[in-house]
């Protein structure tokens, strides 16, 4: 792994998506989560203030990044549930089939190569009566924006860890198996090419 990614672009990641306006939309859907939750791209554990410990039984924080993982700064010590950090990709989560209550997954979905297989994975460890709440920046409405998303994501997915701007989020649920039972979406303060997202509920069909 060359220094940047190991080192370097940890940091900046936990930075940009520990920003005000990112963490308010986590606000939204993260207390949601309840029962056993698994959280795809915990990363450096942004979301683990906002879970309602009184919900949550235990929560696995499933992430390819140790080093990320390291930033936690020891927030999952006092949160009142067990939290168990697991060192895997999201095509291949290892769990069993129907352990999962909830599947929490945010502004993750853009970096994930093989992001339709994550999703079937998500699905496959969920309940029956599962639920998967998500909360994503993706694919604008505005043919402008778009345009600009679309142009600039090559470049941008090489220096931003493989992040993705122009991902259609509510296709890429539906196309998994899942149905979308909940959603809302808007630019939230930001740059424009980043700053759509979309946020809600979903179950397997």
Known sequence: MKFYDKYVLPRIIDFTCGLKPMMKQREKIVPLAEGRVLEIGIGSGLNLPFYNPSKVKH???????QEIWALARDTHGKLGFDVEFIEAFAEDIPLDDGTVDTV???YTMCTI????SALNEARRVLKPNGRLLFCEHG???????????NRLNPTWKRI????NLNRPIPHLIQQA????RDMESMYIPG???A??????MATPR
């Open 195 to 200: 700053s759509f997202n979309y946020w809600g």
């Open 177 to 180: 198996g899942f149905k979308i």
């Open 139 to 149: 694919l604008a409405p505005d043919e402008g924006v778009q345009r600009w998303q």
């Open 59 to 65: 929560l696995w924080g499933l992430d390819p990044s």
């Open 113 to 116: 190569p093989g992001v339709i």
């Open 104 to 106: 929490l997954i945010t």
């Open 160 to 163: 931003g860890g493989g992040c």
């Open 191 to 193: 740059w424009k090419p």
